[in-house]
């Protein structure tokens, strides 16, 4: 008999590239700290202002962020233990700013000299503001909403505002832009969150506990006083009430209500924490006038590149300065298809999910440990594994080039041997022509990444009927079904949006387990409900299968990533990356590219 059963066997990821470098901010950008803001109930945050001091009187546009992080923390007062990172087999790549770069704000050296004033405020109750802390994302909307007016107001900004920042700065993007300050003009929200109940908080309803804790430990760094039971109160609810997620979780903002134009960075390597949320957003947010910027690389080295920098220039200069930049004719969606970890194609399509994508599904055989165009006729073939070892394992082999862009979903009929609840995770590799593993980025700088993951505790195996589609299935987590001895249950798992591309003679892998599949540090689940052993079955009447979205063939630009592609120049730009647009969108089709280099291209420089 054929088993599909496989034990997982990884090695921590070795240190490969790491290269962290603060700059001095130049002399002719002059600094104003920690100017006063008065927010609606009377509390005091305070600000940095960033100016250029050769026009103190000239009237600018404002960039505003406002973080928990410290607004005049530079890197060396990041949250974040670079060496610590690099240890555990995660690594950020090259990063370059200036020493005025709060944590995931925007860059003044960068954006200052290009006309803009950069503000960035402490949350209440963090670092400079008063107040008490509050993690609530509703009091910080406002409170960020507050800011915007309050610079809009000042005599050298000329009214236009924009928000900017990646991770929670993204996230708050989207709380306050949902609230239409009068003077916010654009927002480009970087990899954040839009649900923190589905994106971060739980995956598939399962606590997730090291990227979680990790933020907390971050957003109370500056608390004061310290809530020393913020790390510790979501889980423990979590735990304590595992049908109360809602209850536990902030609201998700009415993105339908975001009505200003949107740039939305979306990361393919985030698969956990911000992946999902930022497509949702993009998906759903109201503004007629919105793009999508993906990309498969490392989070923080790709956000202040060259390439990104001048993508979101171009943005900003359209929208708060009216500049007629042609910046509206450029395609909506900037799509980055993965190949491998340091080889990607880029091309550019009008919508999201990409038009013309088909579903396929492809059902589980365990007589073959494959995945099959057709359902297998025998009923009930079944397979059991053990939920603290090993895995199955299903294949696929392309016979021609395929590229899988967009959300995958995976249909499996389960039991939990001696136990009312299971925890589910399921993975879909890549292995070349030889059947090696093909890695790719993941969370956190984690090189041995997998294409795309998807979680699921069964209790929580109800769908939300509206926010479901056939190729999406999101679960309804205010719904807690225990599993009855014995019970055989269909489950829809929801698997995190990607774009990979496969060759002729490569081979997807479904992988499924009880346990975290790619070993990364970073993000994780380490409070289960399993034990036993689990049950999975195929055939006849079960139909499980892996829907696949597949879109029409197109010819590949595989582009070479220089693993020094984004070492910055000591003013803290970043090099950008030395290739051109995919030739299936030609140049002079295409008002202005993404790439700062296809720009040059079409400027003749």
């Avoid at 450029?330 to 990409?354: A, C, G």
């Avoid at 997998?450 to 505790?457: D, E, K, P, T």
């Avoid at 829809?492 to 070993?519: C, K, N, Q, R, Y």
Wanted: proline share 8%; hydrophobic share 40%; glycine share 8%.
């Amino acid at each position: 008999m054929v088993s599909c059963r496989r034990t997982l066997t990884q090695d921590p990821t070795p240190l490969r590239h790491h290269n962290v470098v603060r700059y001095p901010l130049p002399d002719d950008i002059v600094v104003e700290r920690d100017l006063p803001i008065r927010t609606g109930d009377g509390t005091i945050l305070r600000a940095d202002v960033y100016r250029p001091h050769h026009a103190a009187d000239e009237q600018l546009p404002a960039l505003v962020a406002v973080t928990p992080y410290g607004k005049s923390a530079g890197i060396d007062d990041y949250p974040v233990d670079f060496a610590a990172l690099a240890a555990s087999g995660t690594f950020v790549g090259d990063l370059g700013l200036s020493e005025a770069t709060s944590f995931e704000a925007p860059d003044p050296a960068y954006w200052v000299p290009r006309g803009y004033a950069v503000v960035v405020a402490d949350m209440r109750g963090c670092f400079a503001s008063d107040g008490r802390p509050r993690l609530l994302l509703s009091r910080a909307a406002v409170d960020a909403a507050a800011v915007i007016e309050w610079a809009a107001e000042q005599a050298w900004c000329t009214g236009k505002v924009g928000l900017a920042g990646a991770s929670y700065l993204a996230t708050l993007q989207w709380y306050t832009a949902a609230l239409r300050p009068p003077h916010l003009a654009a927002i480009a929200p970087w990899e954040g969150i839009t649900d923190p109940c589905r994106d971060t908080l739980t995956h598939g309803g399962i606590p997730e506990t090291r990227y979680s804790e990790f933020w907390y430990r971050a957003m109370n760094s500056g608390a004061r006083p310290a809530s020393t039971s913020l790390r510790r109160i979501t889980p423990w609810l979590l735990r304590r009430f595992p049908d109360r997620f809602r209850h536990v979780a902030p609201p998700p903002p009415d993105l339908e209500d975001v009505t200003v134009p949107a740039l939305v960075g979306v990361s393919w390597s985030d698969q956990g924490p911000r992946n999902r949320g930022s497509v949702e957003g993009y998906t759903r947010l109201g503004s007629s006038d919105k793009w999508l910027y993906t990309h498969g690389r490392k989070m923080w080295q790709t956000y202040y590149s060259a390439e990104v920098l001048e993508v979101q220039r171009r943005f900003f200069d359209r929208f708060l300065k009216d500049e007629d930049n042609g910046f509206d004719a450029v395609p909506r969606v900037r799509l980055e298809t993965r190949h491998d970890l340091r080889t990607y194609s880029e091309r550019f399509e009008q919508d999201w999910p990409v038009p013309g994508t088909r579903y396929v599904p492809l059902y589980l055989d365990h007589g073959t440990c494959s995945l099959e165009d057709t359902l297998p006729g025998e009923p009930q073939s079944r397979r059991t594994f053990p939920v603290a070892g090993d895995e199955l394992v299903f294949t696929t082999t392309f016979t021609e080039d395929t590229e899988v862009t967009g959300h995958a979903a995976l249909r499996l009929w389960v039991q939990a041997k001696d136990a009312n609840d299971m925890d589910l995770f399921v993975g879909l590799k890549k292995l070349d022509s030889r059947g090696h593993d093909v890695w790719f980025e993941g969370h956190g700088g984690y090189e041995e990444g997998f294409v795309a993951h998807g979680w699921i505790r069964v209790s929580h195996r109800a769908l939300d009927p509206e926010a479901s589609t056939a190729y999406r299935p999101v679960l309804d987590l205010t719904k807690y079904w225990p599993l009855l001895p014995g019970q055989l249950v269909p489950v829809d798992i929801e698997i995190m949006p990607h774009s990979t591309f496969f060759e002729a003679g490569s081979t997807l892998a479904l992988v499924v387990s009880g346990h975290d599949l790619d070993g990364n540090p970073a993000v994780g689940h380490d409070r289960t409900v399993n034990r036993g052993f689990h049950i999975v079955h195929a055939g006849g009447d079960f139909d499980s299968h892996l829907l696949l979205p597949v879109v029409p063939a197109r010819p590949p630009a595989p582009l070479a990533v220089d693993v020094a592609e984004n070492s910055s120049e000591q003013s803290g730009q970043a090099r950008g990356f030395p290739h051109q647009a995919a030739p299936f969108v030609p140049l002079d089709e295409v008002p202005i590219a993404w790439s700062a280099l296809a720009h040059r291209q079409r400027a003749g420089l």
